[in-house]
């Protein structure tokens, strides 16, 4: 139990490090498998986890042809910490405090970063934070402490649906509250048509999966739609999407 306990650590640390660097995420997420298989876990796999393993070795194999290996080798580092983030997240949080105490960690890590980059997109300041460069890119688009604005809003958009479904179930909807709306503000700054599309999808499923009344999962995508293109930066990447021009 207590390896489990420091695997569920290391798990948590590499989650709150994933937007920053994925070289100190994969370490963190092996120490954790590490850990994870001191403790005596035994993993069994379904169909789900072997296509999961095939993936990774279908990247490995992607990578034996590639022009350039060395670089192509390095990039598949981000599918490894996929691959264990997959297996731990699916041997660690089986239980709700877990889930829980997960949950919480980012949504500080989310806020800190969500506020970091509202006030980059009003003051405009470019710094570097121990090799972590926070710059401001064309169009005054945020990244906040990811590099890149593609980075930032694909984070975003991935952990905000999971925010407002335990704000939904009344878990801490303070905090969770404030992170979902200056994450909002700071997902809009970011000018990502992709991120955009995904969030509107994933927000409105569970909205209509959560939500007593189903009538809020057909109002509220409309009403994202419609601030989205009232966003003017945005609206603008998004009708001239085909002009490659426009990234």
Avoid at 13 to 35: C, H, R
Avoid at 59 to 71: E, M, N
Avoid at 104 to 122: A, E, K, N, P, R
Wanted: overall charge positive.
């Amino acid at each position: 139990m207590k390896y489990r306990a420091i695997s569920l650590i290391f798990f948590t640390g590499a989650l709150i490090f994933t937007p920053i660097s994925a070289y100190v995420s994969v370490p963190l997420l092996l120490s954790a498998f590490i850990f994870l298989l001191i403790s005596r876990y035994k993993i069994t796999l379904n169909l789900l986890d072997k296509m999961q393993l095939a993936l990774m070795g279908a990247v490995f194999l992607a990578t034996i042809f590639a022009v350039y290996k060395g670089h192509s080798l390095l990039c598949s580092v981000v599918f490894i910490g996929y691959i264990l983030s997959y297996f731990l997240a699916r041997s660690l949080l089986n239980d709700e405090k877990s889930v829980i105490k997960i949950v919480s960690w980012l949504s500080y890590t989310t806020l800190m970063i969500s506020i970091i980059g509202i006030v980059q997109y009003f003051t405009k300041f470019n710094l570097v934070i121990k090799d972590v460069p926070v710059i401001v890119l064309k169009g005054e688009r945020i990244s906040s402490i990811c590099y890149n604005p593609l980075i930032l809003s694909s984070y975003l958009a991935f952990l905000l649906p999971i925010f407002v479904a335990f704000f939904i179930k009344g878990y801490k909807r303070v905090l969770l509250g404030a992170t979902i709306c200056l994450g909002l503000v700071a997902f809009s700054f970011t000018v990502s048509r992709g991120p955009t599309i995904g969030l509107i999808v994933s927000i409105t499923v569970l909205i209509y999966l959560l939500a007593r009344r189903k009538l809020i999962a057909v109002i509220l995508p409309i009403a994202l739609i419609v601030m989205c293109f009232l966003f003017t930066p945005l609206r603008t990447r998004f009708i001239k999407t085909v002009d490659p021009s426009t990234d």
